[in-house]
C-alpha cells in the first residue's frame, strides 16, 4: 500500500506558528552585500566595493532597471559594517557619516522611490562580528525604534559578543520591540547558528513564532566545497529542519554565490535548485554591475523562481542517495504539482541515471515534465522508465505536473523521509501518516 499525505493541514497549521507580522509568507529574495564585499571600508582606495551609500544605490539601480526586481529580487541588504563606532548623542546607532553621508534614511527612500526595500545589519551582543556597535539587551527598544524611524524594511540579528542567556532573551526581545515599532520589520535571526546549529538546542516551534528566517550554519564561502558543505548539512538534518519552515518562518543556508568567483556553470546551477528545493531565501552576494549572462541566465530562471517562491511552502527532502553519486531531491509543490532535481557527486563524466517516477513513489498517471534549465517538455507515465545525464557537480531539474486523470495525489513516502514528518497537531507534536 502507497502512503499519501495531505500536505493541506500542515499549510493551514503553517499560518497560526509564524511570526505575524504578515511578511515574508514566501522566501525572501534580494540581494546582501556580505559574502563579495566582506567589511571592505577603504573607500579611498577602492571606492567602488567599499561599504558605502554608492554600492548599495548601484546595486538598487541594477535591481530596478536590469529585471531583477520583478522577479522579486526587491531587498536590498546591509550586513556589517556600516555604521559609525560611536552611538550619537541621545545613544542610538548612526551610519558611518563619511561612507553613508545621506544617512539610513535617505538610502531607504532610495530603495522605496524603485519599488526595492532595505534591509540592515544589527548584532546581539556588545559588538558586531566586525567590532561595530552591538546591540545589548537594554538597547532593543531604541535600536528596533531607530531601524523603523528610518524607514527599514528588514533586519538581519548577528549574535557575536553575547552568551546563550542573552541571546536567549535577546533575540524573543527584538521581536517584540520591532512590533511594537508598529513597523512591519522582516526578522532573520543569527540564533541557530549560535547555538550550534544542531538540534535539539534549538527550539524550531519558538523561532517560528519569532523570526521570519533564520541561518542555522555557518557563512557559505565564494567556493563549491563551501556550498556543497552548507548543502550537506541542511540535507543531513532535513528531518529536523524542513517541518520547521512554511510560509513566514525559513531556514536560511545563507546567500546565493552565484556570480561570483568560485563555482562553474554547473555548480551554479546546482546551488539554484537545491536552494529552490530547500524553500531558500534566495540573497545574491555579487557584483550585479558586472555580472556574467550566464551567471544571469541561472539567476533569473523563471522556472526555478517560481519553484522556490511555491505559495505551499514546504521545504523539500532529499529522497534518494545513490552509490553511483547521484542525489534525488524532492519538493511538493502546490496543486500537486512537484519538483525533482538529480543532482551527481560524481568528478569523472555525465552520468546516465535510470529510473522513472513510480520508482520515486509518484502515484500512476501521466506527468507534464518541464526541464528548468533546457526548457523541453515532455510528458511521462509513471512507468515509463527514463533516462537523465546529469554532469558533474551539476543537476537536472524538473518541474513535474500533477498526474491527469487523476486527483492531484503528491509523491509519497513509505518509511519516509517525507511526509510523515511533514503533518503535525495544533501542538507542533508529530502525526503518524495517513494511509488511504
Ligand atoms: C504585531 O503583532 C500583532 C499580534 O501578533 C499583529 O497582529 C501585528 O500585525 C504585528 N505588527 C507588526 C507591525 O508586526
Ligand atoms: C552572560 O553574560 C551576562 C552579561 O555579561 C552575565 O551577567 C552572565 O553571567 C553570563 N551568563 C553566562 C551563562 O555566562
Ligand atoms: C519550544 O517553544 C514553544 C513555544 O514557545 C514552547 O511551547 C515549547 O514548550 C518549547 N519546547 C521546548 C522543548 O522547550
Ligand atoms: C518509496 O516507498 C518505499 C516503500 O514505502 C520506500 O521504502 C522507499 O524509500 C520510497 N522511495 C523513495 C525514493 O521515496
Redesign the pocket.
Known sequence: M??VVVFFTLALCAATWALDNGLMRTPPMGWLAWERFRCDIDCDNDPKNCISEQLFMDMADRLSEDGWRELGYVYVNIDDCWSSMKRDAQGRLQADPKRFPGGIAKLARYMHDRGLKLGIYGDMGTHTCGGYPGTTLDTITLDAQTFADWEVDMLKFDGCYSNATEQAQGYPSMSKALNATGRPIGYSCSWPAYQGGLPPKVNYTELGQICNLWRNYGDIEDSWGSVLSVADWFFENQDILAPAAGPGRWNDPDMLVIGDFGLSMDQSRSQMAMWAVMAAPLFMSNDLRTISSGARTILQNKMLIGINQDPLGVQGIR??KEKSGIE?F?RPLSAGASALVFFSRRTDMPYRYQSALS???YTSGRYQVHDVFSGKTDALKDSTPFVVSVNPSGVVMWHVSAPAADKPRL????????PAYYRHDDNNNDLPPAFL
Request: net charge positive; charged share 25%; no cysteine.
Open positions: 502507497r502512503v529522497i534518494l534525488v524532492w520508482k520515486l513513489n509523491h509519497t513516502g513509505g518509511k519516509l523521509r517525507g
